[in-house]
Structure formats: C-alpha cells, structure tokens
C-alpha cells in the first residue's frame, strides 16, 4: 500500500458487531483475534441475544461494549 493509501485509510473507523447466543466458549478466541490485528477496530460490539450461558461476561472480560438482546413479546 502506497503512502498516500495508507494515509487515507487512517481516516476510517472500523466498527465490528457481533451477534452471538451462547456462544460463551467461542466468543474469546474472536474477541482475541481482533485485538491481535494489525489494525484495530475503533470499537467492538458484542450483542448478546438472550444467551443461556456467560457468553456476556465473557465478552466484557475484553475492550468491548456488550449490548443485551430482548425479546419483543
């Protein structure tokens, strides 16, 4: 990647949304993955849809915000 490139694509912010349900034994190797990159994403978001597991507490162990699902009935 070019100077100028790589200039212009330190203006952008990357925003991950993850939707996940029980998914407490997954949720830290993504979670570390995408801290490992090389970029880093500005922020992480972890939507937890009613999970009968700790897949939220898991997620907040990282630099993420956890967003509890609820149901609409």
Do not use: C, W
């Amino acid at each position: 990647m070019g100077r100028l490139q790589s200039a212009a694509a330190d203006q952008y912010r990357i925003s991950v949304i993850i939707p996940a349900r029980n998914e407490e034994h997954n949720i830290r190797k993504l979670l570390r993955s995408l801290q490992d990159q090389t970029r880093k994403p500005f922020e992480i978001i972890v939507v937890d849809d009613q999970s009968d597991d700790k897949t939220a507490s898991a997620a907040g162990e990282f630099d993420s915000r956890v967003i509890k699902g609820t149901t609409s009935e």
